[in-house]
């Protein structure tokens, strides 16, 4: 069945790079896009990025400068890393897959997210 | 980006009743291709966020028929015909018309 899990470090420091993983299976990297998602502490969801399943990516413009999203398809995972990070970087971070059905652009499935903590 | 006003940020209900959450647009989710990309969520304390409703009106699978969606251009509802106690948590609505994908502030559902 189709699952989603990220992983990383649960405490980053000021200013250092975020580095996170998400492990999916069953499904395809090249079939699928995987989109990135955070949510602060309390407050709601933000778009973070994506990759698309042709490998091209789109990033939060807001977050651009400092995001990069890859891949490697033979090992089924995606990856954000994100630099100079700062304490409003500090949320849970949620990779989520959009449905593969033609013509649809919708979130089907989510993993459980990592807790990110930026402090020193 | 495209601004979702949800109402209101607070329901309390009791079991049994029903409510609706209503998610406003700045500006039309009608996609050219004919779609609307408005989607709604729910987030269960301490979960990541399920998909419930998919474009517009449309129940994912293993979704109680309960739960329905409507309405189209800049706005939509969420009904809850009858509220269980799984029902309690946070209900957002997203939209994927227009780049960046962007979501409601929250809608929290709790028990009267």
């Known amino acids: 069945q189709v699952q989603l899990k990220e992983s990383g470090p649960g405490l980053v420091q000021p200013s250092q790079t975020l580095s996170l993983t998400c492990t999916v299976s069953g499904f395809s990297l090249t079939s699928n896009s995987v989109h990135w998602v955070r949510q602060p502490p309390g407050k709601g969801l933000e778009w973070v990025g994506a990759?698309?399943?042709?490998?091209?990516?789109d990033y939060n413009s807001a977050l651009k400068s400092r995001l990069s999203i890859s891949r490697d398809t033979s090992k089924s995972q995606v990856f954000l890393k994100m630099n100079s990070l700062q304490t409003e970087d500090t949320a849970i971070y949620f990779c989520?897959?959009?449905?593969?059905?033609?013509?649809?652009?919708?979130?089907?499935?989510w993993g459980q997210g990592v807790m990110v903590t930026v402090s020193s | 980006d495209v601004v979702l006003t949800q109402t209101p940020p607070t329901l309390s209900a009791t079991i049994g009743q029903s409510v609706s959450i209503s998610c406003r647009s700045s500006q039309s989710l009608l996609h050219s291709n004919g779609n609307t990309y408005l989607h709604w969520l729910l987030q269960r304390p301490g979960q990541s966020p399920q998909l419930l409703i998919y474009?517009?009106?449309r129940l994912e699978s293993g979704v109680p028929n309960r739960f329905s969606g409507s309405g189209s251009g800049t706005d939509f509802t969420l009904k809850i015909s009858g509220v269980e106690a799984e029902d309690l948590g946070v209900y957002y609505c997203v939209q994927g018309t227009h780049a960046p994908n962007t979501f409601g502030a929250g809608t929290k559902l709790e028990l009267k």
């Open positions: 474009l517009v009106s």
């Open positions: 990759i698309w399943s042709g490998g091209s990516t």
């Open positions: 989520t897959r959009v449905s593969p059905n033609y013509g649809s652009y919708y979130f089907d499935y």
